[in-house]
């Protein structure tokens, strides 16, 4: 399938966040999207979200209130999956993260849907292979992993199964390319992909120290925010590390202080399994240091949710990406 062919979106498990969160992208983009949930309820509840999203995206003036309402009208709310599934040329799938259920609903699929229609599961880390293992048709399945908000955050995970064409990860990454997106593609399976990965590699040596006594839950989230994450949102480690090399560039850099990495290494955490206590602790400290937040920057969850995107919309407009 060639990419000007694709002009409806099918959005299946549209009711959880993140399933709405890409029903609001597709729809602001222009495309007509059949939103397919199990549980009428679920359905209700992406309409309410989806609603607020393109409202809020308005209210910042990313969309004109007409733009918004014209979005909602392109809208197909559905329980039947056959509907769903009608002159549907791309799904992004974001049920659970279970096997069985990815399976089931890819089966339905290769029963309504178009042989040809691409389908991208937004799994977190499955694999691609195991889901696609009983579809007739798996050439046409990747994963596509968003980060949360997908409506809101760029970056696309591509991934293929041991079946999936070449042509159908070109498709997809000119897709999502075209739609605004900045898509990235795996050369083989990993779980968890690339930016999962990375980030619980970070998570795990923060866990560590806190549940050493080296520093509080808050000043973890400050170290990263206050210090590496601020370049973070501009560039990557790789090209960080040319900039702080000078002259060396990357590798100067690394040979530079090669060593004292090394005995750093030496000295992180290697864990497997989560320690004893830490949830808790994490849970308490992250608590903390909600109450601790200025309250412009809000100190519930809600309050907090709604700060990250208008800050989001800032950074995206400052990096002209939207």
Same mark, same amino acid.
């Given at each position: 399938?060639?990419?000007?062919?694709?002009?409806?979106?099918?959005?299946?498990?549209?009711?959880?966040?993140?399933?709405?969160?890409?029903?609001?992208?597709?729809?602001?983009?222009?495309?007509?999207?059949?939103?397919?949930?199990?549980?009428?309820?679920?359905?209700?509840?992406?309409? *309410?979200?989806?609603?607020?999203?393109?409202?809020?995206?308005?209210?910042?003036?990313?969309?004109?209130?007409?733009?918004?309402? #014209?979005?909602?009208?392109?809208?197909?709310?559905?329980?039947?999956?056959?509907?769903?599934?009608?002159?549907?040329?791309?799904?992004?799938?974001?049920?659970?993260?279970?096997?069985?259920?990815?399976?089931?609903?890819?089966?339905?699929?290769?029963?309504?849907?178009?042989?040809?229609?691409?389908?991208?599961?937004?799994?977190?880390?499955?694999?691609?292979?195991?889901?696609?293992?009983?579809?007739?048709?798996?050439?046409?399945?990747?994963?596509?992993?968003?980060?949360?908000?997908?409506?809101?955050?760029?970056? =696309? #995970?591509?991934?293929?199964?041991?079946?999936?064409?070449? #042509?159908?990860?070109?498709?997809?990454?000119?897709?999502?390319?075209?739609?605004?997106?900045?898509?990235?593609?795996?050369?083989?399976?990993?779980?968890?992909?690339?930016?999962?990965?990375?980030?619980?590699?970070?998570?795990?040596?923060?866990?560590?120290?806190?549940?050493?006594?080296?520093?509080?839950? *808050?000043?973890?989230?400050?170290? =990263?925010?206050?210090?590496?994450?601020?370049?973070?949102?501009?560039?990557?480690?790789?090209?960080?590390?040319?900039?702080?090399?000078?002259?060396?560039?990357?590798?100067?850099?690394?040979?530079?202080?090669?060593?004292?990495?090394?005995?750093?290494?030496?000295?992180?955490?290697?864990?497997?399994?989560?320690?004893?206590?830490?949830?808790?602790?994490?849970?308490?400290?992250?608590?903390?240091?909600?109450?601790?937040?200025?309250?412009?920057?809000?100190?519930?969850? *809600?309050?907090?949710?709604?700060?990250?995107?208008?800050?989001?919309?800032?950074?995206?407009?400052?990096?002209?990406?939207?």
């Amino acid at each position: 399938m060639k990419v000007s062919e694709i002009k409806r979106i099918g959005v299946l498990g549209g009711g959880g966040i993140i399933g709405s969160s890409w029903s609001t992208y597709f729809l602001w983009k222009g495309f007509p999207v059949s939103v397919y949930d199990v549980d009428e309820r679920a359905l209700a509840l992406s309409r *309410e979200r989806i609603t607020r999203n393109l409202s809020y995206l308005s209210e910042k003036k990313v969309l004109t209130k007409e733009a918004a309402k #014209e979005a909602l009208g392109r809208a197909l709310f559905t329980r039947d999956i056959k509907e769903a599934a009608y002159d549907v040329q791309f799904f992004q799938e974001s049920v659970p993260e279970n096997y069985a259920i990815k399976q089931s609903l890819l089966a339905a699929l290769d029963q309504y849907g178009l042989p040809e229609a691409l389908f991208a599961s937004s799994t977190s880390g499955l694999l691609i292979t195991e889901i696609a293992k009983f579809s007739k048709y798996p050439e046409r399945c990747i994963g596509a992993h968003p980060y949360n908000p997908p409506h809101l955050i760029p970056l =696309v #995970e591509i991934n293929k199964g041991e079946r999936t064409s070449e #042509e159908t990860i070109q498709t997809a990454y000119d897709f999502y390319k075209k739609a605004g997106k900045e898509p990235i593609i795996l050369k083989k399976e990993a779980l968890g992909f690339i930016s999962n990965r990375l980030q619980l590699s970070l998570y795990r040596e923060a866990i560590d120290l806190v549940m050493r006594g080296v520093c509080s839950v *808050e000043d973890i989230d400050k170290a =990263v925010c206050f210090g590496p994450g601020l370049r973070f949102a501009l560039m990557g480690p790789n090209l960080i590390f040319q900039l702080g090399g000078g002259q060396g560039g990357l590798k100067g850099l690394l040979e530079h202080v090669g060593p004292s990495i090394e005995m750093w290494w030496a000295d992180m955490a290697d864990w497997k399994t989560w320690p004893e206590g830490s949830r808790e602790k994490l849970q308490e400290g992250v608590m903390q240091e909600m109450v601790n937040r200025r309250p412009e920057e809000g100190r519930t969850t *809600e309050e907090i949710t709604h700060w990250r995107d208008d800050m989001l919309l800032k950074l995206l407009k400052l990096l002209n990406r939207i």
